[in-house]
């Protein structure tokens, strides 16, 4: 006679030997089902609620950054210009037609939207860069761009190193850099965060006359108004920064942007 | 009502006397590593709290049930989904903190306490010991990471709570941080300081020696 009743079935389960094959597969098979639909519960209700929480440190994180960038704040008052933010389309050099800043990471959650680097072109060790990117400009009285801010990243020596570097309007001198995360050897890498360190990039040169990319972090002191003193005990950060910003700043990056700000396309 | 204070010796026991990190040196690594401020080692000690509370609870009520071939994979998954839980839960209301607990919240999940109090204790009692042994433990754990908490940041940063207490020199004052407080080692000499405290206070705590020293026959040597 087939039991068919669910609380006998269920007490003729609690009395199956707890060593018995059935007993063990179906304990198993009932604890992974209520942790599963415990974990997953808990990750789709309170998904919007993180998300709108990152999104906020990001943008609290942006603005800290701009003012904290070496006289950004004396920039923005003596021009008088309001920031605005671009997505950009990196192959084109140009804005983005379909993106938008709120549509952006959601086109990045498309790997289509995603280009993988050759070993010859990944200077920064990125393996991937994405086509989009979300940059800020500052524009005169006459319209024109006084100041780009691009974020930038590469594989420092413990982890990423996200970074944004802040071009005068001729789209060849720093006006700033600053780092937005990293993971670097506290008291060595890490010290790229330091002000004082940051405040060297001011004034900078990126390329020479003919074009060719030349900033470098150096080894030791500075030689040349292309270069920005090394940290001493951190050379494979220092390499980093170096590669990442040669790597952004050139033709796989923002170059084609920057020539066409340059010709005063935008 | 005559299991009232064998309950309460339950929970007042690993206060102190049988506290766990103290005496049974388990957890030792989120203890150090989240004890830069109090504010982490608050919200460590009640996300460590409740997982141990609530998993001693589901454990011992299905503990007649579980078959003991796969006992501990079942108490391991229990803990892990818990801790997956309060991880979200604290990602998506404490999310500065959660932030700075970093990887330490999921390390719950690998924290000998919550495995060791589940396996020895609630397997073998009632939900209600159960869980109250589980608050005492979680409670004498959460003694120790606010008390080193509060020393690493009063003389690590010269704050409480993020209180400034002590004016630092930067500040003008002229309390100038000990900035040996806000690395790992200080955790190290804190927590061996505190351990060599309680057991100097109880000695019963004071483990034998693995081995006496030969004799040399030399005096003073």
Wanted: net charge negative; hydrophobic share 45%.
């Amino acid at each position: 006679m087939a039991e068919l009743n669910p609380i006998a079935l269920w007490r003729r389960f609690l009395a199956l030997p707890n060593e018995s094959r059935a007993k063990t597969l179906i304990v198993a098979f009932l604890v992974s089902a209520i942790c599963a639909l415990m974990v997953s519960g808990a990750t789709v209700v309170l998904r919007p609620i993180q998300a709108a929480n990152r999104a906020a440190e990001q943008q609290a994180r942006l603005e800290n950054l701009i003012a904290g960038i070496p006289g950004m704040s004396d920039l923005l008052s003596a021009e008088g210009g309001a920031l605005s933010t671009v997505v950009i389309d990196l192959e084109r050099g140009a804005a983005a037609k379909e993106v938008t800043p709120e549509t952006l990471p959601a086109a990045l959650e498309d790997s289509a939207n995603w280009t993988t680097l050759t070993a010859g072109e990944d200077l920064a060790g990125l393996g991937q860069r994405p086509d989009y990117a979300q940059i800020y400009l500052l524009r005169d009285a006459n319209g024109a761009i006084s100041l780009a801010l691009l974020p930038i990243s590469g594989a420092g020596y413990n982890g990423p190193i996200d970074a944004i570097i802040a071009l005068k309007g001729d789209m060849n001198t720093v006006a700033g850099m600053a780092i937005t995360g990293q993971s670097e050897t506290p008291g060595l890498g890490a010290r790229i965060e330091e002000p004082s360190w940051l405040a060297q990039f001011s004034g900078r040169q990126i390329s020479d006359a003919r074009g060719d990319i030349r900033f470098a972090v150096a080894r030791g002191s500075a030689g040349n108004e292309y270069e920005v003193d090394g940290i001493t005990g951190a050379t494979r950060t220092s390499n980093a920064i170096t590669r990442m910003v040669r790597f952004w700043l050139g033709p796989d990056g923002y170059a084609p942007l920057l020539t066409a700000i340059r010709r005063g396309e935008f | 009502m005559s299991s009232q204070p064998r309950l309460w010796t339950t929970f007042t026991e690993p206060l102190i006397r049988q506290n766990p990190v103290t005496l049974q040196i388990l957890g030792i690594c989120s203890a150090l590593a989240v004890t830069t401020s109090v504010a982490t080692a608050l919200t460590m000690s009640a996300s460590l709290t409740a997982v141990l509370v609530m998993s001693a609870g589901i454990i011992s009520v299905i503990r007649n049930h579980i078959p003991s071939s796969i006992r501990l994979i079942v108490q391991i998954v229990i803990v892990a989904s818990l801790v997956i839980v309060i991880d979200q839960l604290l990602q998506a209301y404490l999310f500065e903190i959660s932030q700075r607990l970093s990887v330490f919240v999921s390390l719950i999940t690998t924290n000998c306490l919550v495995l060791g109090r589940t396996e020895s204790f609630a397997r073998h009692n009632p939900p209600g010991r159960a869980m109250i042994d589980a608050l005492g433990n979680g409670l004498g754990y959460s003694l120790v990471l606010i008390l080193i908490g509060s020393l690493r940041e009063l003389f690590g940063a010269g704050t409480l709570l993020d209180w400034q207490l002590l004016p630092t020199v930067d500040q003008g004052g002229w309390f100038t941080p000990l900035n040996l407080m806000l690395l790992a080692p200080s955790g190290f000499f804190l927590l061996g300081g505190l351990v060599w405290a309680i057991r100097s206070l109880l000695p019963e705590q004071v483990e034998a020696g693995e081995f006496t020293p030969p004799e040399t026959g030399e005096d003073g040597a």
